[in-house]
């Protein structure tokens, strides 16, 4: 029995933005191998990546209100190995151009590429693209780790699954109904989920606007009303093009500064781009808004998105190389709001979005000023063997995304401040940081000044992309 799975509320950004702005949201990881590995490993890899989760296409749902439908794809890409070599220092141009330019379509497909290109020193990059529409970086993450595996499957093209929150249900009984009864009975259920958000969306914001001794809010989250206003996105970053720097450290001696500082990892992950983000001026001396995605996936779970975001405003000046127990404690409160059920108003509102006029929800939703002003995406810790292909480990394994089709003659943008994702491979820690203030950080080569000055007063020893 095939199982069938609904576009989710957590879907809907990239869903919204594609609809709305045409830009594309794209994940990537990159290997860096010090030798090719070997084509046939490579083929193996393409051929067991087509039969998981990321071989999906999005079907457009045949009534309104109704969620649009994820079937797994009867098509996928062909790896792409190119025939021209790099030089080593070109595997960020590279690597980019890949990022920022690949074909990739949720209805139409496909929604992934693979592709590699060897490099003049006698090593090998090799790239993986994604639409976020179809998975987010733990999804990814986990497929490439299935397909190394030879365990790469989807629901979606095989064994029947029941999961209620998702929105699955097995095959036998879609062959009960037709596709436009099952639309329009979905589409009845958005209504009634959207009237249910609108509900809880009010709970929220009346539990928001209580003052701080009638409510349990700690005393580290203050208003958003604190942070300074900054001159619109478009103003700041009037190319539309961010700058990158990827880093790598050894994932015991990241581990052993954190302990030392009284923090964690992510805490010590977090600090390093809130103090980069504090040197640029960014903040001109006011509290950061920092955004914390959190995975809420659960066993068979199988929805390509299932992220939830947590945000700690940072009011205090955080030291560079001093203690992080007090970021960490405010890290620990949002968690646990988050595990409480208490979301912010307009995470509620999402099941309403695909109710309303696009324009409307894009004038609501830029209204504010409520976007992060760094994101640290920390992906987890996977076995070193998300760095082998066919007996060649690579040398480090990197994660970032980027929105592409962002027109830089339009006042809308995508990111603001710093975004990076962190992900452990062995004993390797590597985090890519994007940089979208163009006033604060102008190039590739400012940002990576501000970091290394960053991670020198940690103590970090690393090796920068």
């Known amino acids: ?39 046939a490993d490579l083929a193996a890899l393409n051929e067991r990546l087509r039969a998981g989760v990321l071989n999906r296409r999005l079907i457009r749902a045949g009534v309104p209100f109704a ?11 062909e790896l792409s190995i190119d025939v021209a070599t790099i030089s080593s220092g070109d595997i960020e141009s590279w690597s980019g151009a890949e990022l920022y330019s690949v074909p990739l379509d949720p209805e139409n497909g496909p929604a992934w590429r693979l592709r590699g290109v060897a490099v003049d020193d006698g090593g090998f990059v090799l790239s993986l693209t994604a639409l976020h529409l179809v998975a987010d970086g733990r999804t ?17 093209s095989g064994a029947g699954m029941v999961g209620s929150s998702a929105g699955i249900v097995t095959d036998s009984v879609l062959r009960s109904v037709g596709d436009r009864l099952r639309d329009a ?28 001794a009638g409510r349990d809010r700690p005393s580290g989250e203050s208003s958003t009303e604190r ?100 970021l960490r404690s405010l890290c620990k409160e949002a968690f646990e709001r988050l595990s409480a059920g208490q979301r912010a108003a307009h995470v509620h509102l999402l099941p309403l979005v695909s ?24 992906l987890g810790d996977f076995a070193g063997k998300l760095r082998e292909v066919g007996g060649v480990s690579a040398t480090a394994v990197a994660f970032r995304g980027i929105a592409q089709g962002v027109d830089p003659d339009r006042t809308y943008r995508f990111g603001d401040g710093l975004q990076s994702w962190a992900i452990r491979s062995g004993d390797q820690l590597t985090f890519s940081v994007a940089a979208f203030d163009e006033q604060c950080f102008p190039d ?22």
């Not at 590739?444 to 920068?464: F, K, P, Q, T, V």
Request: some cysteine; aromatic content about 6%.
């Open 1 to 39: 029995m095939v199982a069938v799975l609904r576009m989710q509320p957590e879907d809907s950004t990239y869903w919204l933005v594609r609809e709305a702005f045409g830009w594309s949201v794209v994940l990537q990881i990159v290997w860096r191998f010090p030798a090719h590995p070997d084509a």
């Open 67 to 77: 969620r649009h439908r994820w079937v797994h794809a009867d098509f996928a890409p």
């Open 140 to 156: 990814m993450v986990n497929a490439v780790v299935a397909a190394l595996d030879d365990t790469a499957a989807d629901p979606l």
């Open 185 to 212: 009975l979905d589409g009845l259920c958005q209504i009634a989920e959207a009237g249910r958000g609108v509900a809880l969306a009010a709970a929220a914001l009346a539990r928001d606007r209580m003052p701080l």
């Open 227 to 326: 942070r300074p206003v900054k001159a619109a996105a478009h103003l700041r970053s009037p190319r539309a093009q961010c700058s990158w720097v990827t880093v790598s450290v050894d994932a015991a001696h990241w581990e052993a500064v954190a302990r030392e500082h009284g923090g964690t990892a992510n805490t010590l992950f977090i600090a390093v781009l809130a103090g980069a983000l504090r040197a640029s001026k960014y903040a001109d001396g006011g509290p950061l808004k920092l955004g914390i995605p959190v995975s809420r996936r659960t066993d068979d779970d199988e929805r390509g998105n299932a992220t939830a975001g947590v945000s700690v405003l940072l009011a205090d000046e955080l030291v560079t190389g001093g203690d992080l127990a007090p």
């Open 355 to 378: 109710l309303l006029p696009t324009a409307l929800v894009v004038r609501a939703a830029t209204a504010g000023s409520g976007m992060p002003d760094a994101v640290a995406s920390n």
């Open 444 to 465: 590739s080569g400012a940002l990576r000044g501000l970091l290394s000055e960053e991670l020198d007063g940690w103590g970090l020893e690393r090796r920068m992309w």
